[in-house]
Each structure stands twice: as structure tokens, then as C-alpha cells.
């Protein structure tokens, strides 16, 4: 038995007894109003689910009664279906703009009255969910699961968010270091401060080109705060002695500037862990080295903690119905366990897209089946990666680099391209000409 709570509302008495009827007959519980002034007693005495609005009434128009609605909220709540006898395309683009539902035009298909009717039920079923969602679900900053490994982590956190020493955090590629980075700087002391992160290739680049003014803003944004350096191991030697001066003395000499400039930040450094190597081969300060790794932080890869799987399947749903307004979908158990049972060599951001492109391209609940093709499809574009081809000239290779990179981050953001410009550190209207240049698609990057 239906309980969802309609409204019909419609100056002609037939009307409103005969939808009264079907609806009463498929169990739903039914208010009717003769003009606009019932109208406004009965939704403000009883909000309905559903309200079915005639837009012609002696009265009160039903566009008015829609202003009127917006305004009072009461569409967080309930879904409008106008009706009309002889409304227009401009009718119902302006009902539309204001918030209904759907426009259904007279005389009214008893078949369609009841599907859309059910349609409006299940839509606003889905957004009271997510608000919900929204509500109760807060940022979440510290690894998710239960396996031994991810305790472990969290108690990590835990401890060194007492702290104000650097922090060196080592992983593969796609464990999500820079979660575990924001995790470590919210969980302490300076979580009201700036995060400001960078990669070392940045970082070279500001160093090398003498951006002097931009260096410094950066690092006086995270006075106080917390500064996360990006694939530590590709610093080079000036960028090093800025980074062992700031991490060692708590101050730094920018060329040009008159005195060395004092600043309190906690550095984190990320690498995915050639840095012990590379200064064997003394190519990186060893007592920079020394003093960022007396309290690694290793993240282990997806494929070492599966167990977790089913936790980080509901943070990821929740967060893209949360932050994206996709539509919510259950993952079956078989979906499940085939999802554990992957190697996961993107691990979780591999994880995270997948999951992405599953609630995009369905609604039902996510089977089995269509985890394993969405494996397969993941797989398969991992494999394909492209290999350095010495026969190419140094500027052929360069585009098929750049083509290569700009279609995995295009990719990973799913074909936005504003979020692909600031990822890749390039401008907008430069980044459209470049995709244009290499023949990429940015809704469909091969």
C-alpha cells in the first residue's frame, strides 16, 4: 500500500473527483482544492509529496501559487506537476524555471497521470535522501576501513597530529598520499590554518625563473599552516636548500630579498619511494633526508587491504551523491566481492573513478556483470599506457607525452576541463587550444 500524500488542485469538480479516484484506487492518500486559496490552506496544514496544480484558476494562477511555493520552501519538499488545458511552450518553460516538476497538458492520460505521479514520488524519495546524506555525513579526513593495516594508519595520524615535525609520506602511485597529507593537517593543531600544496616541479620552476613575489606569497599563505610537497625525489638542488633551510632553520633566503623571511610551517613531503636511492647516489641532501623520515608514513597499496573495499564503496557513492548529485546505486554483494578480488593497479583513484563511472552510466543496483566489464574497461586502459618510441623526433614525443597525459587527467575528472586546467597547471583557453592541437576530445579522451 502506497503512503505518499498528494494534493490535487483544480477549479473543475470532475477533474479533481476523477484523479481523486485513480489515485485513492492505487492507495495513495488524496487532498483535493477547488482554487488557490484551499490550495494554500491545505499544503501549509499538511505538506504533500506530490501536489498536481492546474495553472488556470479563477482566483489564483497556478505560476503565481509556484512563486509562492519557492518561496515558502516548500519544493525542498515536494514535487509540482502542473496541468493545463491550453498552455503554451513559454507556460511551461517559466514552470520549469520556477521549479515544477513536469507540465502535463489536458485532457490528461489517466496512464501517464499515475507514471508520472510515481516518477515525482521516487525523485523526491532520492533528494530528501541526499540531503539527508549531506547532513549526516561531515568530511571525512581519516583513511577509511577496518583492515589491521588502515587502523594502524589512523592511529598514526592520530599521534603525529600532536606534533609539529615534517612528515614523510610514501606510497604507489594513486593511494591517495595527498588524502593522508589533508588528513594529518586537519586532525591537528594548525586545522584552522592554510594546507598549501605544490610539486617539486613547481616548486623548481618558481626557483629557477626567480618568481620571487609568488614563491613568497606561498609560503607566507602557510605560515602557521602546513605546506605538502608533491614527488619530494624530482627537487632539485636549489629547491632542497630552500626546503632544508625552511624544514631545519624555520626560515628561508629568496634571492633579492634583504633578510631571510621566518615562517612556521609543517612540511609534508610525498615520494613514492625512490628517495632512499636517490641519495645513495647523492642526488638529494642527506640530512634533508634524515630529518623528513624520522616519522614515515607508508601507504599501502589497494591490493594489500581489499577487505576494505566495502567501506570505501560507501564513501565514494556517498561522495558523489553528495558533492556531484549523482544518482545513489547499491553495490550487490557478487559486485562486491569481484571488486576485492581486482588487483587494483591504479589503486584507489583507480577505485574512485570506477566507481564514478558506474553511477553515471546506470541506476539500478550495480550487478556483478557490470563491475567486471567496468574492470575490464579499467584494465584495459592501464595496459595501454604509451611506451617511449626513440624513433620519433624529441617534439613528436613531447605531443604524444602531453596527449597521453592530458587524456588520463581528462580522464580522472571526468571530461571537465576547468578541473584538468588547474591539475595540469595550464590556462584554460590555452588547454582548449592545446586538446584541439593533439585532436582530443575532452567528453571522450581516448
Known sequence: M???KLLIVDDEKDIRNLM?????????QVETAANGVQAQQAWRKNLPDVIFLDVWMPDIDGISLLKEMQKEGVLEHTKVIMMSGHGTIETAIEATRLGAYDFLEKPLSLAKLIVTAERAIEHNRLHQENRQLKQKAPDQFLP???SKMVVQLRETIERLSKFTM????TGEAGVGKHHFARALHKTSHRKDAVIKEITSIDLNRLLEEERTEELKNLLRDAHQGTLVIANIE???????DLVAD???????????EPESLSLDIRVIALTRGELEEIVLHRQFRDDLFQRLKVMPIHVPALRQHTEDIPELIDYFVNYFVTREGLEYRHFSVPSQNSLRQYAWPGNMKELQNLIQRLLILGTEEVSDEEVKKAIMQSDLAQQNQ???????????????WEAAYLSQLLRETGGNVSETAKRSGV??????????SLGIDPKNPV
Open 2 to 4: 502506497k503512503t505518499a
Open 20 to 28: 481523486d479516484e485513480i489515485f485513492s484506487e492505487e492507495g495513495y
Open 144 to 146: 577509511i576501513g577496518k
Open 166 to 169: 615534517p612528515v614523510l609520506i
Open 234 to 240: 624530482q627537487l632539485h638542488s636549489v629547491s632542497q
Open 246 to 256: 625552511l624544514v631545519l632553520h624555520q626560515k628561508v633566503f629568496l634571492k633579492g
Open 386 to 400: 604509451p611506451q617511449i618510441d626513440t624513433s620519433l623526433s624529441l617534439k613528436d614525443a613531447k605531443d604524444q
Open 427 to 436: 590556462d584554460r583557453t590555452n588547454l582548449y587550444r592545446k586538446l584541439k
